[in-house]
């Protein structure tokens, strides 16, 4: 069988062993950012050899692919590596560690839909477990190759070459994109047309549509469009048993939504090759502030406030006090709401007007002056400086801080929830002392648990907790990630026991499985399980994700 060492990958080398673009460094500024919190947090700062692919000794394929679809397949080591993992702590701490017991033995790159039917079906004759792969920034033990002895292989299937946008329709204000777009080339190709899908998850650069679809993901919208839910107007989805092809409609009352199965699927009922998505006029008009408060329930009362009164903010994130220093905008004594109105038609001095008289009722503080710059006029871009463009900045590269921090022996994480809101105050606290208690048992170390509100309902809202800790007094990486399971799954036992989804927007994956099961009813368990069995009766597709308890060892908690 060939064995190729070139990447068959058409798109710029990214990390295998971390988040981003290979070539991708820290500026000095970013550096001296690691080194504080490195030693901060009693670990000591030194500069590390990043994973190199010489570093692992990967196993040979155990399957051959068919001669008339090898061309698309690669064993290539760096190819097998960089679809290893996803872009978890853990992910990111096993390669530090260079171990991967578990690489696909092959990833496939489809050229068309015909070629993934073609590999699919291949795929269910020969009883080789397939994972869909979209951009790979799974943060959840979504995508790794872990699928047990059941299967003579595994296959990772790429879909980066199905990144076209086919067709639009002006009048609709819709498009039909193909799965395996990352981010930034759907916006490439909408812009010349005047319009954008607007979906800006923090992994926006490195995520797919199919990524997107698959996980129910959840974008930069702070209300109302806040999961890419709301933007999918039909979907296309190869199965072992055929193609599913949902109608395109604004809304419908016949039955159960055939494309709310599709939502979530995580990759195991089929492969998302396309979809019809909702489309919007590029914003023309923003408005934004940055507004402290000294009691962060205070600040907590106002964001229900502001979801409760229609006004719809595009970013209405609060930050308590421990994040805002996490987050370089603060310095801990205050929280900080984070603002934002957006419109491609008309101006928004009305609505952050009434937004702000809602503000001062409790009691948040802010500057007017900058607010006032915020509107200064059309496409202007004072709505990036300022705190909210430092937070925003930050937010898109803290994974890029987490890396270095990882290979130091520190355990940088998050985990997110919903909860309505006559339980938020409770929940908040609750689940920050029990993950923090859990924290110093497995670490030995001194810790607080900070959170973000990053969503918004009138009925009730999400809270994104961080940790950083060293993990163990040692300061090693495998130190840090045994305690890391421990804490991992205490996190996914508090939110749940205290009311809380196991997640709001980061997918089940192997890593919330516990809680997935718990918050899920029984009996609909068993119903989605009979829609496997019908278009994956093999169960060849992502083996160990939501079904096939069979599988459950497999995972990365358990490795």
């Avoid at 609060?318 to 310095?331: A, H, K, N």
Wanted: hydrophobic share 45%; with cysteine.
């Amino acid at each position: 069988m060939s064995m190729e060492t070139t990447s068959l990958s058409r798109r710029a080398a990214r990390r295998f062993w971390g988040w981003g673009a290979a070539d991708a460094t820290l500026d000095a500024r970013e550096q001296a950012t690691v080194k504080f919190m490195v030693e901060q947090l009693g670990g000591q700062f030194a500069a590390l050899s990043a994973p190199a692919v010489a570093d692992f000794d990967l196993p040979a394929p155990r399957i051959a692919p068919p001669a008339t679809m090898a061309a698309m397949f690669s064993a290539a080591p760096l190819d097998r590596l960089n679809h290893a993992y996803g872009k978890s702590y853990a992910d990111c701490a096993r390669m530090w560690l260079r171990r991967v017991p578990h690489p696909p033995d092959w990833v496939a790159f489809p050229d068309d839909e015909q070629a993934v039917i073609d590999i699919v079906d291949w795929a269910a004759r020969s009883k080789v477990a397939v994972i869909p792969y979209g951009g790979g920034s799974s943060v959840c033990g979504g995508v790794e190759p872990a699928v047990g002895s059941d299967f003579g292989a595994a296959i990772s299937l790429d879909l980066e070459r199905l990144a076209r946008v086919l067709e639009i329709d002006p009048v609709s204000r819709a498009a039909r994109i193909q799965a395996g777009a990352l981010g930034p080339e759907i916006e490439a190709q909408l812009r010349p047309h005047g319009l954008t899908l607007r979906h800006f998850p923090q992994s926006f650069e490195f995520s797919s549509l199919g990524g997107w679809i698959a996980t129910r993901a959840g974008g930069h919208y702070a209300t109302q469009y806040t999961h890419i839910d709301d933007f999918v107007e039909a979907t296309r989805m190869v199965t072992p048993a055929g193609v599913m092809q949902t109608r395109r409609l604004p809304g419908s009352g016949a039955g159960p939504a055939p494309d709310r199965l599709v939502l979530g699927s995580e990759g195991t009922l089929g492969v998302i090759t396309e979809a019809w998505m909702r489309l919007q006029s590029k914003p023309k008009f923003r408005a934004s502030a940055s507004i402290k408060f000294a009691d962060y329930f205070a600040g907590a009362r106002c964001l229900r406030a502001l979801a409760q009164s229609g006004l719809n903010p595009s970013n209405c994130r609060l930050l308590d006090p421990m994040e805002t220093v996490f987050s370089g905008v603060g310095d801990g004594r205050a929280a900080m709401l984070v603002l934002g109105f957006e419109s491609a038609d008309h101006p928004l001095h009305a609505w952050m007007e009434r937004a702000l008289e809602l503000v001062r009722d409790h009691a948040g503080e802010c500057d007017a002056a900058a607010v006032a710059r915020s509107m200064a006029g059309q496409d202007s871009q004072e709505h990036r400086r300022g705190a909210a463009g430092a937070w925003r900045d930050a937010f898109m590269r803290m994974p890029y801080w987490r890396d270095p921090a990882v290979g130091l022996g520190l355990i940088m994480d998050t985990f997110e929830s919903a909860i309505t809101w006559d339980r938020f105050e409770s929940f908040y606290q609750n689940v920050r002392q029990d993950v923090q208690e859990v924290i110093e048992r497995s670490t030995g170390q001194d810790t607080l648990v900070s959170c973000r509100i990053t969503h918004t309902y009138p009925d009730g809202v999400a809270p994104y907790f961080t940790i950083a800790v060293r993990g163990a007094s040692d300061g090693t990486v495998a130190s840090a990630l045994a305690a890391w399971r421990e804490i991992k799954h205490a996190a996914n036992a508090a939110v749940v026991r205290h009311g809380g989804t196991i997640t709001h927007h980061h997918a089940v994956g192997r890593d919330h499985r516990s809680g997935y099961e718990v918050e899920t009813p029984a009996l609909f368990r068993r119903m989605l399980a009979s829609a496997k069995a019908v278009v994956d009766p093999q169960g060849i597709l992502n083996p160990g994700v939501l079904y096939d308890e069979r599988q459950r060892a497999g995972g990365a908690l358990a490795d």
